[in-house]
């Protein structure tokens, strides 16, 4: 029998993302942690090395995002609340849709330290383009008898001095927009209700398809857009209305895949520069039981 050497390799990376974990249950690569330390210790280890709070800037983000909270604070109440219903990092699977951008990866990565490596349910400006199928498949991955917590939203920039839209990246001397799918879909909508849109015959187009779609899910908020004292500021809010009704659909139409639980948190990525702690704005978290009922809406604890 003939076996190539490329057909060697495949099978023995096959063999080692199907290896047994220290804790006896055969691991897929999602590295749900498993041991002693817990939650809590996880979320004071992982802040332990953001930077320093600044009273300063700790006041403009909240002046211009009323309700945000700073992601320590954020991670801090939801491990708290979810230990109460038996949330553990090593009998949960996180689920994100977020942008893809790599600023959105800053909350992503903070809870990934705490439960593990995450399903990705989102793209372009945190809208969940994985869909019903990509729910299953997450479903099917969440541990015998464990739980689920979905984070989805889509971000926004806010500079030092206060501009929203922008954010300062590291190693980028220019100021840059955040988010940009964001802002485009945001330059689109503005052309139709101006009237200066130009008819684009690839608005279906497959080599940017996720933008396509995030321009036409924020066609009915042109009013609220076009009346908003500050256009970026308002911007994210929508998206989140937009996002939040497709988030609601899939949830609804994969509920009866849920096990043990499932917690859903939504809400607004307030990013910041490298040496500012990001924010949140929650503006949902429910708690899902193992029929696929909310039984309870935890979004008061983190006001």
Not at 213 to 230: F, T
Not at 232 to 259: C, F, W
């Amino acid at each position: 029998m003939n076996i190539s050497i490329a057909s060697l390799a495949l099978f023995f990376a096959a063999a080692e993302a199907f290896q047994v974990g220290p804790t006896g249950r055969v691991s897929t690569r999602l590295n749900i942690l498993a041991g002693k330390e817990s939650a809590a210790e996880r979320v004071a280890k992982v802040m332990s090395s953001k930077p320093a709070e600044n009273a300063d800037f700790d006041k403009m983000v909240k002046k211009n995002f009323p309700g945000a909270i700073s992601n320590k604070e954020l991670a801090t109440r939801v491990v708290e609340l979810l230990d109460e219903k038996g949330f553990t990092p090593d009998n949960t699977l996180l689920a994100t849709s977020v942008c893809a951008d790599e600023l959105a990866r800053v909350l992503e990565d903070e809870f990934v330290d705490i439960y593990g490596t995450n399903f990705n349910l989102g793209g372009l400006a945190g809208f969940p383009f994985a869909g019903n199928t990509g729910w299953g498949a997450m479903s099917a991955h969440v541990p015998d008898n464990g739980y689920c917590l979905t984070i989805h939203g889509p971000h926004v920039g806010i500079t030092k001095d206060g501009l929203i839209g922008k954010v300062e990246r590291s190693g980028i001397a220019l100021v840059d927009s955040c988010c940009g799918s964001a802002i485009a879909a945001s330059g689109y909508l503005q052309g139709i209700t101006d009237g200066s849109a130009s008819i684009n015959p690839a608005i279906q187009s497959f080599s940017d398809f996720q933008q396509g779609a995030v321009q036409e899910l924020i066609l009915p908020h042109g009013k609220r857009l076009e009346a908003a004292d500050n256009r970026m500021k308002e911007l994210p809010y929508a998206l989140y209305d937009s996002q939040a009704v497709m988030v609601t659909d899939i949830v609804n139409t994969g509920k009866a895949s849920i096990k043990k639980g499932l917690a859903v948190l939504g809400g607004i990525q307030i990013n910041t520069g490298p040496d500012t702690l990001d924010y949140f704005h929650p503006l949902r978290f429910d708690y899902f039981d193992e029929d696929g009922n909310l039984v309870e809406n935890m979004l008061p604890y983190l006001r």
